[in-house]
């Protein structure tokens, strides 16, 4: 017990001391604070391109629709040249077209807009421009059009179009509250949803960044041999045990800190904030998005067995690959293999991290509930499950007994790979010598 205890000290204390863990420690909080509050301000002030209106109008309903957008698109933005309009027949639409499209090429317009008559019946319209990526213009132009449209048919049916363009304007923000078990939470739906996808996206980031230490960690050990002078004192099992640990505590301590910061930030800095401003070019009609105050959403009530186990299960997703990852630095005698065996594991996180879209938006799926349960991607999208949606007390029981039979399933593996691994050079184990080493390894 006293020499795990030397271990562990000599992993913790090591890479705590570290310049890079302090840099680490108060740059993460930084970086979860733009993720989470800069799209809020950046989205607000986004703005159009400034000659957005700079584009030709090819008018093919024989309405006049032309006309009447151009006119809007003029109103809407009057610092931009204003639209070309040009009447086309539906029959030499293809080649006015063309025409348009090379005077794009040459620069002389941004882009060119077609209506015809899908437009007139509010299915459709189209625009080609060398801004047809952005999406805030290809919304704004989308927006003016569809305003039209709609006003042109509301007069046709004796009715105050400029009474309807008023009314479409309004803007309605959605205010969401959880309920659980226990009644309202605190925190809207989407704070509880950026809540659920930072804990997932945290419990990632430690797994792969402190179990490749360790990975590495034990592969630079091997091949300095300085794996031959602990092995002589230390037993392999109490060594290997003595790296979890150690680098385990080392990410618990900057999850603690992480978290520390970040409340600080939100209770002191946030309200201080300017409140961002809202893209009108965006918030017309039918095409309003949701309020980019839904960022302010407030971190959800965790209960205690809530907190105990998203605890349990980053302590036994960590055990559970750490393990993993030190019976392949075991394995490999150089960098370049070390990437390659590593490949396996890695792919078990990656393949977790890929459903993590889909559960947040169905949380209550049978792909969600399946996945959650899964040992190697419990540890992170059982979490992330947990914080959307009330999950059955016996699904999380099941997914901690899941992942805890895994990581002694792990254990057993590692400790016999990493006995025989860490004194073995040369060339690169294959599956079959692999098995020989668990099979006689004591």
């Known amino acids: 017990m006293g020499k ?72 809407r933005f009057p610092m931009s040249p204003p639209p070309v309009v040009q009447a086309v027949p539906q029959s030499e639409l293809p080649l006015a077209e063309e025409r348009a499209a090379s005077r794009v090429q040459r620069s002389e317009v941004l882009g060119y807009l077609v209506l015809d008559s899908s437009t007139v019946t509010g299915r ?89 230490t360790i990975m590495r960690g034990v592969m630079e050990e091997k091949t300095t041999r300085v794996a031959e002078v602990v092995v002589s004192s230390v037993n392999t099992d109490t060594l290997l045990a003595g790296k979890i640990l150690g680098v385990g505590f080392v990410a618990i301590t900057q999850v603690i800190a992480w978290v520390a910061l970040i409340l600080g930030m939100a ?59 030190a019976a392949v630095g075991s394995m490999v005698n150089s960098q370049e293999d070390v990437q390659q065996a590593s490949t396996p594991v890695m792919l078990l996180l990656v393949s977790s991290v890929i459903f993590m879209g889909p559960i947040m938006t169905n949380p209550g799926s049978n792909l969600a509930r399946t996945m959650s349960l899964i040992p190697f991607s419990a540890p992170i999208l059982m979490p992330l499950r947990m914080t959307l949606v009330p999950v059955p007390w016996y699904e999380i029981v099941g997914a901690i007994a899941g992942v805890l039979i895994a990581c002694l399933v792990s254990i057993w593996l590692s400790a016999r790979i990493y006995r025989v691994g860490l004194l073995m050079y040369g060339k690169k184990p294959s599956l079959r010598e692999l098995a020989r080493w668990v099979r006689y390894a004591r």
Request: net charge neutral.
């Open 4 to 75: 795990l205890f030397v271990v562990f000290e000599r992993e913790y204390l090591e890479r705590v001391r570290s310049k890079w863990f302090l840099l680490g420690t108060l740059l993460g909080p930084a970086f979860f604070f733009l993720v989470l509050v800069g799209p809020r301000y950046m989205g607000g002030r986004s703005s159009v391109t400034a000659n957005v209106a700079h584009i030709i109008v090819l008018d093919a309903t024989g309405m006049n629709m032309g006309a009447r957008v151009s006119d809007a698109l003029h109103e």
């Open 124 to 212: 459709s319209a189209r625009y080609a421009g060398r801004n047809a990526s952005s999406l805030s213009d290809i919304e704004a132009v989308r927006n003016l059009v569809r305003q039209e449209v709609l006003a042109e048919r509301m007069e046709r049916e004796g009715i105050d179009s400029k009474r309807v363009a008023a009314f479409a304007r309004i803007r309605l923000e959605m205010h969401t509250i959880k309920i659980g078990d226990a009644g309202r939470e605190q925190g809207s739906g989407f704070g509880a949803v950026m809540f659920g996808y930072a804990v997932a996206l945290t419990l990632y980031m430690m797994i792969v960044i402190y179990g490749q």
């Open 267 to 325: 209770f002191y800095v946030v309200p201080m904030l300017p409140k961002p401003p809202v893209n009108e070019d965006l918030m017309t009609g039918a095409a309003a998005a949701p309020g980019v105050d839904a960022f302010a959403g407030t971190i959800p009530s965790i209960s205690p067995g809530t907190a105990i186990a998203l605890f349990l299960f980053f302590v036994l997703g960590f055990v559970f690959y750490a393990a993993l990852f």
